[in-house]
């Protein structure tokens, strides 16, 4: 009777856990959904060029926070940004832009799933010559293995089209204003 018990309830947890997960999988895929958000900031002066950052706000929000500061940083380097969430009908046409960011959450070590659908799209859908960059935001400071694992979100092609894309992540303990400045330093140089 103990070993049936045991065996029932063994039954149990591991069902409670792939329910679980699926739950997390689909409230991830709701929180892309609701990123449908659209904003433009222009420069106090004259805009130097157009720029796009497209994001995926996460279930916390943090990914939204980066884009913003991104944004704003951007801005005050003179260009006019479109804030564009992930489903938002500015993220289909990235062309038009000297400079395109895409960022989103970092789960289980990887890029989410619809800021690494944007980066894929964007290879068929961009400017030459545009400046480009990814961020991850998730827990922790980075690391090289963060920046490795968001790289492998950009396919592969032999035209190279995405290889000298900008890659970071912004891990919640590090100082968003000064990775954010660096990034964006990146891009603007």
């Known amino acids: 009777m103990r070993k049936t018990f045991k065996i029932i309830m063994a039954i ?46 996460g279930l916390s929000g943090t990914a939204k926070g980066v884009a913003d500061k991104v944004a704003v940083d951007l801005q005050t380097k003179s260009y006019t940004v479109t804030l564009a969430g992930i489903k938002s009908s500015a993220a289909g046409t990235m062309t038009g832009y000297n400079i395109i960011v895409i ?59 995405l290889q000298n894309i900008i890659v970071v992540k912004i891990g919640s303990s590090e100082d968003l204003n000064t990775r954010v400045q660096d990034f964006v330093n990146q891009l603007v140089s």
């Not at 958000?37 to 720029?51: D, E, F, M, V, Y």
Request: aromatic share 6%; glycine share 14%; net charge negative.
């Open 12 to 57: 149990f947890a591991i069902m409670v856990i792939i329910v679980v997960a699926f739950g997390a999988i689909i409230l991830l895929d709701v929180a892309a959904y609701t990123a449908t958000g659209l904003q433009t900031l222009t420069p106090t002066g004259i805009s130097i060029g157009k720029a796009i950052v497209i994001y995926d706000p």
């Open 103 to 161: 960022g989103g959450p970092v789960y289980a070590g990887g890029l989410a799933s619809s800021a690494k659908g944007a980066v894929e799209s964007l290879g068929l859908n961009h400017d030459q010559g545009a400046k480009i960059g990814v961020f991850g935001s998730g827990s922790g400071a980075t690391s090289p293995e963060d920046i490795a694992q968001i790289r492998q979100s950009i396919p592969e092609r032999s035209d190279e089209t």
